[in-house]
């Protein structure tokens, strides 16, 4: 307070100063005419500056009217380099720790470079607050900064260590002093960050040039200081998961009570034999842009990525039947002895996602990228509106899986990235299903009564989904029957009636808003459905399929998209995923929150979505790994609730959440990453089990199938139990959005 003080008495002297000179060179000037018409002399009129809103209006001169206008810092520029200042004192203070309490060469060399770096960068701070007038903060000299700067003001800056946390890193030693050390730098690196983006808000910020490249610089600096870190808290980690060997075929490998039964290869067609790794190349760079030190990130973002896409996505299974699809369209595989699949026939189809369920003959799959076309083909659609392009479900006849045929489609006015077989064939002989679209809305010139965000326009495509008919008899008359509006609000009947976007609060996930659901996973026989909806997680009434009604809403300050949704075999809990960072993005390392990119778990009471715990695969993982929370489904033992869950790079997770409140990972596969340099989007898409057997769809390098062993968790009389699994309603069917209960023999 007493800095702040000074600082307005200090504007106030600078004003009455500037306001005595105004007055002099006013009366001297007295009597002077200027040749110009356009020229008035300085008393025939005056320079005003209000003051706030009751305070007297002053008079300024010419030259300090013009400053203001073209001042080259704003008020955001000095608060953020006072903060700062104190911010950088508080790293070196923890940096000279290092010294005693580690013999870590790699700490104490990170240690020292963060030193010279911030010393040198609170010199520029320094003098650049002073060239302007501005006040330095100096809280941190002396007494302060040997107690770390505990004025509350301070520990409120972004990534600052509190006096106990700085107390506990002072009295570590060795391991425990590392790991510490590594996990408060890189939290005081990412709130510098955080620093950066709250000055970023501000109109006129960094105007000046030196001060907008050092910004630029921090930016870039603390944010390959933070992968160094990761990657050093990383090679500190006991988990056998951490620090494994990159590669495409050859990457290391680590597995824990399951056994790798096969792996196979992507079919030919479904790959670029030129690139398997889908690699992207180099794009020409100004010369000072190539000797500039980048993140693995930043380094990623700047490569041309392919424009076709081959990446396996979602799976479903029929009998003997596996269908795994894909950007580029799906194959499908007969599931033969010890369940290994063999691949009977590949179908090019583009569309993006790819998503596909089965219903007897029919398969279902979602198709949302903007360049599909109606028949197939591979040479893209123009920006413009065309009759020829398609998204929304298209219909396959797959009676001959060696030859399967387009006999339908439906366009939608959001494409499909996911759709739910709610139920059918019915006694109508037709089949129910919802749609989730998640892209932006069409423009009607293109198809029909696709309206996007007008306000206070109810026929908006937003905020809903879409209920589809197909005829088994004649799925060419496939058509979309109803288009609920699930999110309005109950009272008002406002459309956008649930989370309406932003964050929940410091330190809290910038969340989507609410305008679409990602998955809906529907549980027929107990009439109720889950929702991941962007900004909520939702239970459903489905009673009345077509009329689904919401039941419970909830929000979870820790979730940026609410991605997936699983039930257990009651139905009477239910597990959402969060897919932080939309699957591109590493999401796992070693600083990442545990309750970021993950797993909540809920028990359902009276219709209600009671909170229980977060779980998120623990292993941490490098920069080069895209990794988070995705697909899974039960693994059916009696008594017990068994997950099985893809995390992309991450690799394959079991989590065990028989108590709710404190899910276990009980068995894991991984393979290093991709590429040891950059991050290229790989990892396991979905992992599911299907008699007997785990099937999962890696992302870059093809399908996997996987057995459980028997372990301390999983007995063998478990594992038999699985195997025995069978479905208590229809045939033997598994679809990635629709749970069907599944039971054991008489006596288990």
Not at 533 to 540: A, E, V
Request: a negative charge; aromatic letters at 8%; charged letters at 25%.
């Amino acid at each position: 307070m007493r800095y702040i003080q000074i600082f307005f008495l200090t504007i106030f002297l600078l004003s009455n100063c500037s306001l005595n000179s105004t007055q002099k060179r006013v009366t001297e000037s007295k009597n002077v005419s200027s040749d110009s018409e356009s020229s008035l002399s300085i008393d025939e009129y005056s320079i005003i500056q209000p003051g706030l809103p009751g305070q007297e209006s002053k008079r300024i001169d010419a030259l300090m009217a013009t400053n203001i206008a073209g001042a080259s810092f704003v008020k955001a520029d000095v608060d953020f380099l006072q903060g700062m200042i104190v911010h950088h004192r508080q790293a070196i203070l923890m940096s000279e720790f290092a010294e005693n309490r580690t013999n870590n060469k790699s700490i104490l060399d990170l240690a020292d470079r963060i030193e010279s770096s911030q010393d040198d960068e609170i010199d520029f701070m320094e003098n650049w607050l002073l060239d302007r007038g501005q006040l330095i903060e100096s809280s941190m000299s002396g007494h302060m900064a040997e107690k770390g700067d505990h004025s509350e003001q301070h520990l409120n800056m972004a990534g600052m260590a509190s006096p106990s946390e700085l107390k506990e890193l002072e009295e570590s030693e060795s391991t425990s002093f590392d790991k510490l050390f590594l996990k408060l730098m890189i939290n005081h690196h990412d709130g510098a960050l955080e620093m950066v983006k709250t000055l970023k808000k501000f109109p006129g910020n960094s105007y000046d040039p030196n001060l907008d490249e050092f910004v630029s610089e921090l930016i870039n600096d603390q944010a390959i200081e933070i992968e160094r870190m990761n990657a050093i808290l990383v090679s500190l980690s006991e988990d056998p998961r951490s620090n494994l060997k990159a590669g495409l075929f050859d990457a290391e490998e680590s597995i824990l009570n399951m056994k790798l039964v096969k792996s196979l290869k992507k079919p030919a067609g479904f790959f670029d034999p030129n690139n398997p790794k889908g690699k992207g190349i180099e794009k020409k760079q100004a010369k000072e842009e190539e000797s500039k030190e980048k993140t693995t990130e930043a380094k990623s973002r700047s490569l041309r990525w392919p424009i076709l896409s081959f990446a396996n996505t979602d799976m479903a299974f029929r009998d003997n039947i596996l269908i795994a699809g894909s950007y580029h369209g799906f194959n499908i595989y007969e599931i033969q002895k010890q369940g290994i699949p063999e691949l009977i026939s590949s179908v090019v189809c583009p569309g993006g996602q790819g998503d596909v369920s089965i219903v007897g003959d029919i398969l279902i799959m979602s198709v949302e990228q903007t360049r599909s076309r109606l028949d197939c083909g591979l040479d893209g659609i123009s920006k413009e509106a065309s009759p020829d392009r398609f998204r929304g479900l298209r219909i396959f006849d797959i009676s001959n899986i060696r030859k399967p045929k387009q006999v339908g489609v439906v366009q939608t006015c959001r494409g499909s990235h996911t759709h739910s077989v709610v139920s059918g064939p019915e006694s109508d002989g037709k089949i129910i299903v919802y749609n989730s679209g998640t892209a932006s809305v069409r423009d009607e010139e293109e198809l029909e009564s696709c309206i996007g965000n007008i306000p206070g326009d109810k026929r908006t495509a937003l905020f809903r989904i879409d209920v589809i008919e197909i005829p088994i008899s004649d799925p060419s008359k496939a058509r979309i029957v109803k288009s609920p509006a699930v999110f309005a609000d109950e009272k008002t009947g406002a459309l956008g009636g649930l989370w309406e976007g932003g964050d929940h609060g410091d330190n809290t996930q910038q969340t989507r808003r609410t305008d679409q659901c990602h998955d809906i996973t529907v549980f027929p026989t107990r009439k109720i459905a889950a929702g991941a909806c962007s900004g909520n997680g939702i239970l459903f009434d489905i009673s009345d399929p077509y009329n689904p009604e919401r039941i419970d809403v909830v929000t979870d300050v820790g979730f940026a998209y609410w991605h997936s949704a699983t039930f257990n075999n009651d139905g009477t809990k239910v597990v959402f995923t969060d897919e932080w960072g939309g699957g591109g993005r590493a999401r796992c390392r070693a600083w990442d929150p545990l309750d970021w990119g993950a797993n909540a778990i809920y028990d359902i009471v009276d219709n209600k979505l009671i909170f229980k715990s977060h779980y998120k695969m623990p292993a941490p993982q490098l920069e080069t790994e895209n990794c988070v929370a995705h697909n899974g489904s039960l693994i059916p033992i009696p008594g017990r609730d068994i997950f099985v869950q893809a995390w992309y790079q991450g690799g394959i997770s079991i989590m065990d959440f028989t108590d709710s409140s404190n899910p276990i990972e009980i068995a894991y596969f991984d393979r290093g990453p991709i590429d040891d340099e950059i991050l290229i989007t790989g990892g396991y898409w979905s992992a599911y089990y299907y008699d007997g057997f785990i099937y999962g769809t890696e992302m870059t390098r093809g399908l996997d199938v996987f057995e459980l062993t028997a372990s301390d968790y999983l007995s063998e009389n478990d594992l038999k139990l699985a195997k025995e699994a069978y479905p208590l309603v229809g045939p033997n069917v598994f679809n990635p959005q629709q749970q069907i209960p599944l039971g054991w023999s008489a006596g288990n």
